[in-house]
């Protein structure tokens, strides 16, 4: 099965099981796509959802496609790890969601409002490189460098998210430079913040 752009980050099933994939040519919500990729350059790629569920119904498991900051804009929505007796974690625009490539969850929303969010995945190793800083025990397990799923964001991490993805969204014009060294200092804020 080939994987799309957004794939990479939701892995095999497509993500949010509220809204099909947009398909190319087809766009909904003032014109944006309900999903995408808007930065792709390694170590990094950078993209958004916006979810517009139907029922506050739990969705189908995810697998996490790459190590991954989410940061919810706007909007509520719960993680459900770990089956029916798991955990259920509340994210909304106070937190920043980490996943490791491989978590699986699936996701359900409070009075089914919805949700948007921006991501930034990076590879193993910027992530484990931001972890060791704060935890040296991070080389026994690269594959599940994040040992936290939600923690509380900051406003200098949030608002240097918007600034990346702002730029990000430049496509050719954006200063690479500036979203690459924004993204790796998100992360850092962000994992430094989790870790406090």
Same mark, same amino acid.
């Given at each position: 099965?080939?994987?799309?752009? %957004? @794939?990479?980050?939701?892995?095999? $099933?497509?993500? +949010?099981?509220?809204?099909?994939?947009? *398909?190319?040519?087809?766009?909904?919500?003032?014109?944006?796509?309900?999903?995408?990729?808007? %930065?792709?350059?390694?170590?990094?790629?950078?993209?958004?959802? *916006? +979810?517009?569920?139907?029922?506050?119904?739990?969705?189908?498991?995810? *697998?996490?496609?790459?190590?991954?900051?989410?940061?919810?804009?706007?909007?509520? !929505?719960?993680?459900?790890?770990?089956?029916? #007796?798991?955990?259920?974690?509340?994210?909304?625009?106070? +937190?920043?969601? !980490?996943?490791?490539?491989? @978590?699986?969850?699936?996701? $359900?929303?409070?009075? #089914?409002?919805?949700?948007?969010?921006?991501?930034?995945?990076?590879?193993?190793?910027?992530? $484990?490189?931001?972890?060791?800083?704060?935890?040296?025990?991070?080389? @026994?397990?690269?594959? #599940?460098? !994040?040992?936290?799923?939600?923690?509380?964001?900051?406003?200098?991490? !949030?608002?240097?998210? *918007?600034?990346? /993805?702002?730029?990000? +969204?430049?496509?050719?014009?954006?200063?690479?430079?500036?979203?690459?060294? $924004?993204?790796?200092?998100?992360?850092?804020?962000?994992?430094?913040?989790? /870790?406090?």
């Amino acid at each position: 099965m080939a994987l799309h752009k %957004y @794939d990479f980050y939701f892995g095999e $099933s497509g993500g +949010c099981e509220c809204q099909a994939p947009v *398909r190319p040519g087809r766009t909904v919500l003032g014109g944006w796509p309900s999903r995408g990729t808007v %930065y792709e350059r390694a170590p990094i790629s950078i993209g958004y959802t *916006r +979810c517009r569920p139907k029922t506050e119904e739990i969705g189908q498991d995810v *697998r996490s496609g790459a190590h991954t900051l989410t940061f919810p804009t706007r909007g509520v !929505f719960r993680m459900h790890i770990g089956g029916p #007796a798991g955990r259920v974690l509340t994210c909304d625009p106070n +937190c920043v969601v !980490f996943q490791n490539s491989g @978590d699986v969850f699936r996701t $359900s929303h409070p009075g #089914a409002i919805g949700d948007e969010t921006v991501f930034v995945t990076y590879s193993d190793e910027v992530v $484990s490189e931001a972890v060791r800083e704060h935890d040296t025990s991070v080389g @026994d397990r690269l594959q #599940a460098p !994040f040992p936290f799923t939600v923690a509380p964001s900051s406003p200098e991490a !949030f608002l240097l998210m *918007r600034s990346m /993805f702002n730029e990000a +969204c430049r496509g050719q014009d954006a200063d690479r430079e500036l979203v690459e060294e $924004s993204a790796f200092n998100v992360l850092r804020i962000s994992v430094a913040r989790a /870790f406090e």
